[in-house]
């Protein structure tokens, strides 16, 4: 038999060590893999869950304007890490309801569990204070059992089988216990047989020989206002790291920047999949972005009328491209008061948007009057740096 694994050394299955004389076995089961899955680990709840986002993502999408075959190309990243996520839980509680066994002995609750580090965890009947049976629909049940006043019991090691809102009291939990009715008779019976002993024990006088001879507590009790106060504390940087990143994502976060340049603009979806962008001041078009190409303009823009859709607002307003004084490139919807700095996308996508900036240095003229087509703008590029040039494509007749 192999040796490899510390289950298998075991004199008994589910027991550490051989039973002394007297202790007999009344009871010996696993966890149903099933009641794991659902009851423990909320298999249905999480696949409604990852449902509901997938749906929410792809109609998003839809209203962004994005094509029907793109939105799904989109989603189905999403889907595949979705399921990955459900498979990986799913083998995690197979191979947990393989490892797990409780046992129930004339003396003591024996919790053998554990995948990666196996544990047996022994809870005698006169330590065990109360335990509450909860049934499922299947039959199955979770046992919660309250140890006494000061007794110790790891809650990182025993996980998942302890109740997880108790840190200071844990709680052990056999989960996913089948016939939990019948299992319930049996330690019923002898925590009462084990409460009873304990009150004949309270009665009898100690003598100062008998309370020397008493074993001390190998641990003392969790420390739980210093615990208390370092999670209060990561608590509260949580919640102040998240307010500065909320915050630094909105126009006035920065309310002593310098701008050295900024133009206004809007960007038209056409029917042909083509992007007309058009200088707010003067109606003037100054570029077009054929179907296919801009990626990193789409989709940046994409983000914030997004967010305009979470204030009820459209395409009314135009955006602002702005350049600060330390040479920052923003793009700035004034309506959602949110912000990118481009700069963080590296050059080449900061220069997306950035070619328009040399607008703001220019006096466009409107189409139309001198029956010429929309202004290209070409880009020729001198060193690290990109110039744009606004030309006019003559018309050929």
Same mark, same amino acid.
């Given at each position: 038999?192999? &040796? ?19 202790? =007999? ?11 794991? +899955? ?24 839809? /209203? ?7 939105? %799904? ?24 309801? =393989?490892?797990?066994?409780? &046992? ?6 024996? $919790? ?6 196996? %544990? ?15 049934? /499922?629909?299947? #039959? ?9 006043? #000061?007794? /110790? ?8 089988? %302890? ?6 009291? !844990?709680?052990? !939990? ?31 006088? =100690?003598?100062?020989?008998? =309370? ?21 504390? @990561? ?5 102040? @790291? ?8 909105? !126009?006035?976060? +920065?309310?002593?920047? !310098?701008?050295?340049?900024? %133009? ?20 003037? @078009? ?16 994409? &983000?914030? @009328? ?22 920052? $490139? ?9 912000? $990118? ?12 948007? #950035? /070619? ?29 740096? &990109? ?11």
């Amino acid at each position: 038999m192999s &040796t490899i694994l510390e289950h298998n050394r075991e004199p008994e299955p589910g027991i550490p060590e051989a039973m002394p004389e007297g202790e =007999r076995l009344l009871w010996q089961g696993g966890a149903s893999f099933q009641s794991l +899955l659902n009851g423990s680990f909320h298999f249905r709840k999480l696949s409604l869950y990852f449902g509901i986002a997938l749906l929410v993502q792809f109609v998003l999408k839809l /209203r962004a304007g994005v094509e029907v075959s793109e939105a %799904i190309a989109g989603t189905a990243g999403f889907l595949v890490l979705s399921l990955f996520a459900l498979g990986v839980l799913s083998l995690y509680t197979w191979l947990l309801s =393989r490892a797990t066994l409780y &046992t129930l002995t004339s003396k003591r609750v024996v $919790i053998r569990t554990g995948v990666a580090l196996p %544990i047996s965890v022994n809870l005698p009947y006169r330590r065990i204070q109360s335990a509450d049976l909860r049934v /499922r629909a299947d #039959g199955t049940g979770d046992f919660a059992l309250l140890p006494e006043a #000061g007794s /110790r019991v790891s809650w990182l090691l025993l996980w998942p089988m %302890i109740n997880p809102w108790r840190v200071f009291r !844990v709680r052990p !939990v056999l989960r996913g216990v089948e016939n939990a009715e019948s299992v319930a008779e049996i330690l019923a019976e002898q925590l009462a047989g084990a409460a009873v002993k304990n009150e004949v024990v309270r009665e009898q006088p =100690r003598t100062p020989a008998a =309370r020397s001879n008493e074993p001390r507590a190998r641990w003392r009790p969790y420390p739980t206002i210093p615990l208390a106060a370092m999670t209060a504390l @990561v608590v509260i940087a949580l919640v102040g @790291v998240a307010w500065n990143v909320t915050e630094d994502t909105r !126009v006035d976060a +920065l309310p002593d920047r !310098v701008l050295t340049a900024e %133009i206004e603009l809007y960007f038209e979806d056409q029917e042909d999949g083509s992007v007309l962008v058009r200088e707010a001041r003067t109606g003037a @078009v100054v570029d077009t972005l054929d179907p296919g190409t801009g990626g990193f303009l789409r989709a940046t823009l994409r &983000t914030l @009328v997004r967010a305009r859709g979470t204030v009820g607002a459209g395409a009314e307003e135009p955006f602002a491209i702005a350049q600060t004084e330390d040479g920052r $490139i923003l793009l700035i919807d004034p309506v959602s008061k949110r912000e $990118i700095d481009l700069k963080a996308f590296g050059p080449t996508n900061a220069q997306a948007f #950035g /070619r328009y900036l040399r607008l703001a240095e220019r006096s466009a003229t409107p189409l139309g009057d001198s029956g010429s087509g929309p202004k290209p703008i070409e880009e020729a590029a001198v060193g690290d740096e &990109t110039q744009v040039a606004l030309t006019r494509k003559e018309s050929t007749q």
